[in-house]
């Protein structure tokens, strides 16, 4: 993490550097001085969460905040600015367009951190998909399903009523069924406790079910004395038995509508990449009647593609954890350079994937990428 935090500050320094000493080389001590401010608030934090342990949301929070509207725009203006002076040794007079240029486009990027940051994570938005199969019996014919994911609900203490709004929407949808796809928490059961009663009150005629996702096993934290991540992950399960929702653990259920049916299988995380994998998916598929339509909630959506094709006959798998990194812009997110399925629906052979970029973020920021509620409509 030290590692990190120098690589981090490097990336700031260079840029200050560059504009003090080329770019206001003739400004006033008063003017570098209150341009360097921005920078050394940075520092401070940098400081704060790496050499004395302050891991608060808040802090988190504020870090991100100053590297996505101090860093990265002088940074994005830096880089322009040299390529224009490159460019200046063979064109005469372009150096000023590239450092307007520069400037317009770090201008533009600060614009949309300010409002992914202010407005951008809170603009909750509804996804409507449609899954056919001739799997899917008649009574399931028009089942809806809400898939929420990703909550990271400690990030909502900030602006509870936001949570309020998720609830009464997806109440308002009127579903047959609500699934949650991982990732309740950031790092610690405690986030969950201001939010049981408004969790609670999520409905839906066949009930809600749950599955773990890498950040509920709360290992991203310090602990002291007799605390423990397993401890933790007690708590978050007990939390989420109290409000209500049934957790699969690499198990299944039947829901049943006359004398159809259709299997719900949960599995615990099935991470790659460092990620926890906990996962045991033949034994949540044991009992299973193979001629069933079976739905799978596993967090990573990583796991479609490592065992869920090759290994199974899930007819659809839901899956959160990639956020689409909270940004995304003309159908792109940077998403795509770690997972070639991130956000959408996914299909192959005769199995689908549903990946929702969810509903909640570690970070209070999102453009483009905007908090999810998943609206699934089955038919045959």
Not at 226 to 252: C, F, Y
Not at 292 to 298: G, M, P, T
Not at 300 to 318: A, F
Not at 355 to 372: K, Y
Request: aromatic share 12%; proline share 4%.
């Amino acid at each position: 993490m030290i590692t990190i935090a120098l690589i981090s500050v490097i990336i700031l320094v260079l840029p200050d550097c560059y504009i003090l000493f080329s770019i206001m080389n003739n400004a006033s001590w008063w003017w570098k001085g209150l341009f360097l401010l921005p920078s050394v608030a940075y520092i401070f934090v940098m400081a704060k969460l790496f050499l004395a342990g302050d891991t608060r949301q808040e802090m988190m929070n504020l870090l991100f905040w100053l590297t996505l509207c101090v860093v990265l725009p002088l940074l994005i203006f830096s880089l322009i600015s040299l390529i224009g002076r490159g460019l200046g040794f063979i064109f005469n007079g372009i150096v000023p367009i590239f450092n307007l240029a520069g400037l317009i486009i770090a201008l533009g990027w600060l614009g949309i951190s300010i409002y992914g940051i202010a407005e951008g994570w809170k603009k909750i938005t509804v996804e409507n998909v449609d899954i056919r199969s001739p799997k899917i019996p008649a009574g399931f014919n028009g089942y809806k399903i809400v898939q929420l994911s990703d909550f990271h609900i400690g990030t909502y203490s900030s602006a509870p009523e936001c949570v309020d709004r998720i609830v009464d929407k997806v109440n308002s949808l009127n579903p047959d069924l609500i699934v949650f796809t991982g990732d309740l928490v950031n790092s610690s059961s405690s986030e969950i406790e201001e939010f049981k009663d408004i969790l609670s009150r999520l409905r839906a005629k066949d009930g809600v079910y749950s599955v773990l996702g890498n950040h509920d096993y709360c290992f991203y934290r310090k602990y002291h004395g007799d605390e423990t991540p397993d401890k933790e992950l007690a708590r978050v399960i007990d939390s989420q038995k109290h409000i209500g929702w049934t957790m699969l653990r690499n198990s299944s259920v039947q829901i049943s509508f006359g004398n159809d049916s259709i299997a719900l299988i949960g599995v615990d995380n099935a991470g790659s990449r460092g990620f926890i994998d906990k996962s045991d998916l033949g034994r949540a598929l044991s009992g299973v009647p193979q001629d069933e339509f079976k739905i799978l909630l596993s967090h990573d959506p990583s796991h479609w593609r490592r065992e869920v094709l090759p290994k199974s006959d899930v007819d659809l798998m839901l899956a959160g954890h990639t956020h689409a990194m909270q940004f995304k812009i003309f159908g792109w997110s940077p998403s795509e350079w770690a997972y070639p399925e991130w956000g959408g629906l996914y299909e192959e052979n005769d199995s689908k994937l549903y990946v929702s970029t969810g509903i909640g973020e570690n970070i209070a920021f999102r453009f483009g990428a905007w908090p999810q509620i998943v609206l699934i409509t089955l038919s045959n």
